[in-house]
């Protein structure tokens, strides 16, 4: 293929790039359905929904993706994506099992991080409360 009849596609996470390389298709799924982009699909920007964004390559390969939602810009022949969250996977049976593992630990770490902000918030309400009180 033709350098122009491949997609530079960026997959980016709030804390690093995941995936940088050529692709000539991308898959993926928004709010109303799933679609595919070729290099020389008009410009377009969605929203994704959490789902398996799939890339084929030059040689024809596919690269599996679980993502969480985001948002996906192409122009020209340039893609970006940008997601909360998203794990490589060999196959996608093996892709399931590794987004399980790491989506739940992390859904986990944040609902431990949540309980503890609400602690604290109660916690600087009560004081406050205090500080209502009159002095006797």
């Given at each position: 293929?033709?350098?122009?009849?491949?997609?530079?596609v960026?997959?980016?996470?709030?804390?690093?790039l995941?995936?940088?390389g050529?692709?000539?298709?991308?898959?993926?799924?928004a709010?109303?359905?799933?679609?595919a982009?070729l290099?020389?699909?008009?410009d377009?920007?969605?929203?994704?929904?959490?789902?398996v964004?799939?890339?084929?390559?030059?040689?024809?390969h596919?690269?599996f993706f679980g993502v969480d939602?985001?948002?996906?810009?192409?122009?020209d022949?340039?893609?970006?994506i940008?997601?909360?969250?998203?794990?490589?996977?060999?196959?996608l049976a093996?892709?399931?099992?590794?987004?399980q593992?790491?989506?739940?630990?992390?859904?986990?770490q944040e609902?431990?991080?949540?309980t503890?902000?609400?602690?604290?918030?109660?916690?600087?309400?009560?004081r406050f409360?205090?500080?209502?009180?009159p002095?006797?």
């Open positions: 293929m033709k350098q122009a009849a491949l997609m530079q960026n997959l980016r996470l709030p804390s690093r995941l995936f940088s050529e692709a000539y298709k991308v898959v993926a799924e709010e109303n359905g799933a679609f982009l290099p020389m699909h008009t377009f920007v969605t929203a994704l929904l959490p789902s964004l799939i890339l084929t390559d030059k040689q024809g596919e690269l939602q985001g948002v996906l810009v192409k122009q022949y340039q893609v970006d940008a997601v909360r969250r998203a794990v490589q996977g060999e196959d093996r892709l399931h099992d590794t987004v593992a790491s989506f739940v630990e992390v859904d986990e609902r431990v991080a949540r503890a902000l609400s602690k604290l918030e109660a916690g600087i309400v009560r409360s205090d500080l209502r009180k002095l006797t």
